[in-house]
């Protein structure tokens, strides 16, 4: 089934978004660990600029690809036909969970208290 091209152009432009992030994060670390100037006068940082462009190249790549529209169209597919757990289910299962991992963090506890109290009486 096809999908909206404006609901995998909103897919494509939160990924070139987030890889705006990313690569914004990166620039800015090795601005800083280059020691390159920063320049004052400026409104916008070179690694903000670098990123933008980046980011947009990205986001063009996108939307012109043939094969990672279809991918993505497979892709949202596949998760349209996905059986999500109802309300129920996740708070029984979050419920299990908590409790296996209490009794675990029990279980841990004693073991490293009784190691401990080992430790103590062979060092003395």
Do not use: H
């Not at 070139?16 to 400026?42: C, H, N, Y």
């Not at 043939?66 to 596949?78: A, H, M, P, R």
Request: proline fraction near 3%; aromatic fraction near 12%.
């Amino acid at each position: 089934m096809k999908r909206s091209k404006k609901t995998v152009s909103l897919i494509y432009l939160a990924c070139a978004a987030i890889s705006w992030f990313i690569f914004r994060e990166m620039f800015a670390t090795l601005w800083v660990i280059a020691k390159l100037p920063q320049p004052l006068d400026w409104i916008i940082a070179p690694s903000d600029i670098v990123s933008s462009v980046l980011a947009v190249i990205f986001f063009v790549i996108l939307i012109s690809s043939e094969k990672v529209d279809i991918f993505t169209n497979d892709v949202i597919t596949e998760l349209s036909e996905v059986v999500w757990p109802k309300r129920k289910e996740i708070v029984l299962s979050t419920g299990v969970v908590s409790v296996l991992v209490g009794i675990c963090a029990g279980i841990l506890f004693g073991f490293d208290m009784v190691w401990g109290l080992m430790i103590r009486i062979f060092y003395k």
